[in-house]
């Protein structure tokens, strides 16, 4: 089955992207006014609106497949490819792309999209954008779905030759740290795992990390006070690095931690990417000493990867390495899904926890398909998108993963 026509189609992202250097740079950012010069090649402004293209190929069983190309907040940061401008991709997506699409049989999923991940002759031997090959993906999936007439999760299960679960997974719901409203609701909801609560800048976590300390104390006292006796979420903190420009000494650091530790009591606490190093092998390096010195200690806090750990080929070099319990597979950063997939059943032949993240800054689209994915590859958890609204990424996440086990046991029923 061809596609008997494909369209591109300009609209927004769920969130905006963000110049992480320029803010972690200057103590006196302020995201509602563009006081700081941008740093990152590629921005004009040190905040923009995020872009998205859609992908919609039309099939000849009146069937419509849409992927969303996006990209992350903080493009260009860490080895990420440059800032996702919309206008810029178009002539590459009609003059090249479309043709071949044109041409592609969707009937199988796994061959089209390794072919994407490749160098294209037709662009001096390039790759597309990690954002065009996210996008270009999430639409070969969903057309070999409609196709094959079965869901998503299903034609991976076929494919890499999983089992898919019938159970929701985990979701890790997204807050703004300065909303007591939004953390309530998710304690209402007793989602998982939360609240995420990113802390971008050094002077965000206070002096000696005073800040962040009381904030893990406020949260682990919150949901014991409203979640009840038998709601045990994890917590789980995203602090960008700064844990390393407040602690230069490591074994600083790791008393710190073993404090947030006690803060976090009763509940376990996860850390993500507590060090930016200036290199993926530092990063590395540091995360395993850091690991190691915490289990010396008996100090039970999880270490995260996400930043440096942005390919199929990071994700491999962090789990062999030992270097962290869980790492983050920020899906529009491995560009084609397929990445993503393979990324998740190495980390769980290796042993590594596993988040089936991404970005604030994706779609309902591609956060749907992520949670077919998840069924199918079974990640330890997600994190919740589009958007930092939490409520609105976690209904999205759970109601498609509902929804795909209840179609899929139907369907299985009656085999």
């Not at 080895?79 to 041409?103: Q, T």
């Not at 930092?388 to 976690?394: F, N």
Request: hydrophobic share 40%; glycine share 6%; charged share 20%.
């Amino acid at each position: 089955m061809q596609p008997v026509d494909v369209q591109f189609v300009v609209g927004l992202s769920g969130y905006f992207v963000k110049d992480l250097q320029a803010v972690r740079q200057s103590p006196a950012y302020d995201p509602l006014v563009d006081n700081i010069a941008p740093c990152t090649p590629g921005f004009k402004k040190v905040v923009q609106a995020g872009q998205t293209i859609s992908i919609l190929l039309h099939l000849p069983n009146g069937g419509i497949a849409i992927g969303d190309c996006v990209d992350v907040i903080f493009s260009g940061a860490a080895s990420r490819d440059p800032l996702f401008n919309a206008e810029e991709h178009l002539p590459i997506l009609e003059s090249v792309v479309k043709p071949w699409l044109l041409r592609c049989d969707v009937a199988e999923f796994q061959a089209n999209a390794r072919l994407v991940d490749l160098p294209w002759s037709q662009l001096q031997n390039c790759r597309l954008h990690t954002a065009i090959r996210y996008g270009l993906t999430q639409a070969l999936l969903s057309a070999t779905s409609l196709a094959r007439r079965c869901t998503m999760s299903e034609v991976i299960c076929r494919e890499w030759k999983t089992t898919m679960t019938y159970s929701p997974i985990d979701i890790l719901a997204s807050c703004h740290r300065n909303d007591q409203l939004q953390l309530d609701r998710m304690i209402m909801k007793q989602v998982a795992m939360l609240p995420h609560a990113s802390f971008v800048h050094v002077n965000d976590i206070g002096p000696k990390g005073k800040t962040l300390h009381d904030y893990v104390r406020s949260v682990s006292q919150r949901v014991q006070e409203r979640g009840g006796a038998g709601y045990r979420p994890r917590l789980h903190f995203d602090v960008y690095g700064t844990l390393g420009d407040a602690f230069h000494n490591d074994e600083e650091l790791v008393t710190f931690l073993g404090d947030l530790e006690q803060q976090a009591r009763p509940y376990n606490l996860l850390i993500e990417s507590p060090i930016i190093a200036p290199t993926k092998s530092a990063q590395i390096q540091r995360f395993k000493q850091l690991r190691n010195r915490l289990r010396e200690r008996s100090i039970n806090v999880k270490l995260v990867a996400d930043e440096w750990c942005n390919t199929i080929e990071d994700i491999k070099e962090f789990a062999d390495a030992e270097a962290v319990d869980f790492v983050q597979v920020k899906m529009p950063d491995l560009g084609g899904i397929q990445n993503s997939i393979d990324a998740v059943l190495y980390c769980q032949s290796k042993n590594v926890g596993c988040c089936l993240g991404g970005s604030a800054n994706e779609t309902d689209i591609s956060a749907r398909i992520t949670s077919q994915v998840a069924l199918a590859a079974r990640p330890d958890f997600l994190l919740s998108k589009p958007g930092i609204g939490a409520d609105e990424g976690v209904m999205v996440l759970m109601n498609e993963m509902l929804r795909t086990a209840a179609v899929a046991r139907r369907q299985n029923s009656k085999i």
